[in-house]
């Protein structure tokens, strides 16, 4: 982990939303963590907060609540740290197939496992996001530390490359 994702999938949350730069695509946007351990349950209740939808207190399942409100409405559900598949039919959420009659439906999710991304339907269009090489990892250093800074005293590069190379490519 550390390479990003969430802190893109973040940023796709952002541009989507009220008062982003691309808020009128969809009528929801659905974040949603998927840790390891999740359970259906949580994830729904996780659901029904974002789309701020009453818990059922009846017969009801949640899964019928979520999939009767998303039906005829544009989505994009945004699950992060997913471990394992999930059902979507069992949560509830109605197939995430592009644009089928004005209604848009999409699904982004983070994973550190490649297989979910089968497991979800997700292989053919899988982003890889990988660790960086060393001289991007030291341009991103020195831009975010302030390259001034690490030039202001002949201790500091050494110092700094050795913080750098700790990182491992990771962002800092």
Known sequence: GGVGKTTLLQKINNTFLPGGGRNNEFDYVIWAVASKGLSLKRLQESIFKRLDLK??????SYSQIIFNFLRNRSFLLLLD???????????????PRGAAGGIKRKLVLTTRDASVCGRMGAS????RIECLGWEDAWRLFEEKVDASII?????IPPLAMLVAKECDGLPL
Request: net charge negative; charged share 30%.
């Open 55 to 60: 818990l059922p207190d009846g017969a009801e």
């Open 151 to 155: 030039d202001s005293d002949p201790t």
């Open 81 to 95: 740290d997913l471990w394992t598949g999930v059902n979507l039919d069992e949560v509830g959420i109605p197939e």
């Open 124 to 127: 053919r269009t899988m982003i």
